[in-house]
């Protein structure tokens, strides 16, 4: 990330790379809150 980036330049980088990062954080959260409810 550049201080010549802005939204238009990283949207497209992001949307490649996120989908995969916001599900991986899914499935971290979903294990962290069924090892609450299983105590």
Sequence with gaps: MSKNDNFETLYPKFA??????VL??????E??????LDK
Excluded: A, F
Aim: hydrophobic share 30%; aromatic share 0%; proline share 0%.
């Design 16 to 21: 490649k790379k996120g989908k995969k990062i």
């Design 24 to 29: 991986k954080t899914i499935s971290e959260i």
């Design 31 to 36: 294990k962290l809150h069924l090892e609450k």
